[in-house]
Nanobody, 117 residues
C-alpha cells in the first residue's frame, strides 16, 4: 500500500500562482510514476502532469508553459508549480502514484484549487 498526502491549493485570482505538494509513503518501489490529475464539477478526472522516477515528464496541452511538475525521488514527493492560473483551472487536484511493477494505482484525497476571475 502507498499513502499520499497532499498540501497546497486554495483560492487565487486569475493570473496568480499556487504550488501543490504531495508526499508518498508506504511500499514504494523504484519504478513508478507520480503526477497530478484534476476533476472539475460534473466532469471526468483528467491528466495535468506526470513525472516518472526517471525524470520523464508529460503535460496536458492546456497547462504546458504554465505548470511545472517536479519530484524528489529520495523523499518520494512530487510538486506542481502553477503559474498564470485561469478560472478554467478551477478543480479538485489529485495526486497520483502508479506502481509500474505491481500495476497498482493510488490517489490522494484531493485538494481544491479555485481561480477567481
Amino acid at each position: 500500500q502507498v499513502q499520499l498526502v497532499e498540501s497546497g491549493g486554495g483560492l487565487v485570482q486569475a493570473g496568480g500562482s499556487l504550488r501543490l505538494s504531495c508526499a508518498a509513503s508506504g511500499r514504494i518501489f523504484t519504478i513508478n510514476t507520480m503526477g497530478w490529475y484534476l476533476q472539475a464539477p460534473g466532469k471526468q478526472r483528467e491528466l495535468v502532469a506526470t513525472n516518472t522516477n526517471g525524470g520523464n515528464t508529460n503535460y496536458a496541452d492546456s497547462v504546458k508553459g504554465r505548470f511545472t511538475i517536479s519530484r524528489d525521488n529520495a523523499k518520494n514527493t512530487v510538486d506542481l508549480q502553477m503559474h498564470s492560473l485561469k478560472p478554467e483551472d478551477t478543480a479538485v487536484y489529485f495526486c497520483n502514484f502508479y506502481d509500474l511493477i505491481r500495476k497498482n494505482n493510488y490517489w490522494g484525497q484531493g485538494t481544491q484549487v479555485t481561480v477567481s476571475s
